[in-house]
């Protein structure tokens, strides 16, 4: 499978701490994206990395990519309840489709 | 208008019924998809149309057929499912650009074959 993994499976924190997931892939990519899906809704974007950054931010999210590695992380800072959600990588090789594939995701839980 | 929007919600279908599900945007995207996901798993990818053009089918069963009549509407005919079909159908759309750009989803039609 060319799915990529993420790790944790579940994260369970309190409100005000900071989360942090890893993606791992298996292609050469072009970019990286992240998403969060609440409980049985569409995904939402919430940043793209290209293969040539390193890091990224946006508001409280921090994004890492190694493309040696392979591997990206996601840090949340100073979380919310709102936070709780499920959040999953994206890629899309360099082969050029629009094949973009999941990883495994996270589900994040944020304790009030 | 960011929003991608898709008819129905929800749907329960017997295995001899032929359904549809609807997936519309008006943002200009030229792309759009059709995912299918199960409880606590990623979206699998399972249609994608490129200039209303049919570009990948990743094996899906001929019991789903997609349709795109126009560059805003984008269709799943649904015939003779089988329970193990039962899923949450996710729409998306892009602009144009092989995996350059963010994907905008639907809310989702969650779709449960009896």
């Known amino acids: 499978s060319q799915q990529g993994e993420e790790d944790p499976q579940a994260l369970s924190i309190q409100e005000g701490e900071n989360a942090t997931m890893n993606c791992s892939y298996k292609t050469s990519i072009n970019n990286l994206q992240w998403y969060r899906q609440n409980s049985g809704r569409g995904l939402v974007h919430l940043i793209l990395?290209?293969?040539?950054?390193r890091e990224k931010h946006s508001g409280r999210l921090r994004v890492t990519l190694d493309t040696s590695k392979k591997s990206s992380s996601l840090l949340i800072t100073a979380s919310r309840a709102a936070d709780t959600a499920s959040y999953f990588c994206a890629t899309v090789s360099t082969s050029g489709t629009y094949k973009y594939i999941f990883g495994t995701g996270t589900r994040l839980k944020v304790l009030a | 208008d960011t929003e991608v929007t898709q008819t129905p919600k929800h749907l329960v279908m017997g295995m001899t019924n032929k359904k549809s599900l609807k997936c519309e945007q008006h943002?200009?995207?030229?792309?759009m998809y059709w995912y299918k996901q199960k409880a606590k798993k990623p979206p699998e990818l399972m249609f994608v149309?490129?200039?209303?053009?049919?570009?990948i089918n990743e094996s899906v069963p001929s019991r789903f057929s997609p349709e795109c009549p126009n560059s805003s509407l984008l269709n799943l005919h649904l015939h003779a499912l089988q329970p193990e079909d039962s899923a949450l159908y996710l729409c998306?759309?892009?602009?144009?650009?092989?995996?350059?750009?963010?994907?905008?989803f639907g809310p989702g039609t969650r779709l449960t074959v009896l």
């Open positions: 149309y490129s200039y209303e053009k049919l570009s």
């Open positions: 998306a759309s892009s602009q144009v650009g092989t995996g350059t750009y963010e994907q905008f």
């Open positions: 990395i290209r293969s040539n950054e």
């Open positions: 943002m200009g995207h030229r792309a």
